[in-house]
């Protein structure tokens, strides 16, 4: 009991003074390649909390895209992804960081005559890096990711994850509010 009581209180020691350091980087950026016929306006934003001396972090990324597959007066269509990422990174007021994880892609085709409605959510993976610059407590955030869908193989009862077949890479920059 009192070698737990000495580790709990060296954990706790050691802890104290780690500062976490909570990223907001509103963003707009650029869908392209895979699935989408042509670059699209991507609009979302990414939440980040690292230690301001830490090289692991963990971050949520949402994104928007409307028009995904191309404008028609016929259909509206959009996709929208919701990820949460492990976020290694440099430490220092210039940060570069490599991200990965897995999250929500959501697919969403309205046909016009309601004949051709499509509406998926799948799991979803994504990988990418970039840079973040704050010099205080306002800077510049800019990345490069790439998202793919997941699939289950084979219907059965197990759980079962392989690579899809939908697709897109997005690049992407905005303003960091750091708190």
């Known amino acids: 009991m009192r070698l737990r009581m000495m580790l709990l209180a060296a954990a706790l020691a050691v802890a104290a003074p780690l500062q976490a350091q909570v990223y907001l980087t509103p963003n707009v950026g650029a869908v392209f390649g895979g ?9 979302g934003g990414t939440l ?72 998926s959510n799948e799991l ?4 990418g890096g970039g840079i973040i610059f704050i010099p205080d407590r306002i800077g510049f955030q800019a990345d490069v990711r790439y998202f793919r869908n997941l699939t289950d193989p084979e219907p059965d009862d197990e759980f079962d994850v392989d690579l899809g077949s939908f697709s897109f890479w997005r690049a992407s920059g905005g303003i960091v509010f750091r708190f």
């Not at 990324?61 to 191309?70: E, H, I, L, R, S």
């Not at 979803?124 to 990988?127: D, L």
């Open 35 to 43: 699935d989408t016929d042509d670059s699209k306006v991507s609009y």
């Open 48 to 119: 980040m909390f690292a230690g301001e001396s830490s090289v692991i972090g963990f971050a949520v990324d949402f994104a928007y895209t409307p028009d995904f597959f191309g404008t028609s007066s016929l259909s509206k269509n959009n996709t929208t992804s919701l990820m949460g990422n492990l976020v290694l990174m440099s430490p220092g007021r210039t940060r570069i960081y490599g991200s990965g994880g897995i999250g929500l892609m959501k697919t969403r085709v309205e046909d016009i005559d309601g004949f051709f409605d499509i509406d």
């Open 124 to 127: 979803g993976m994504n990988v």
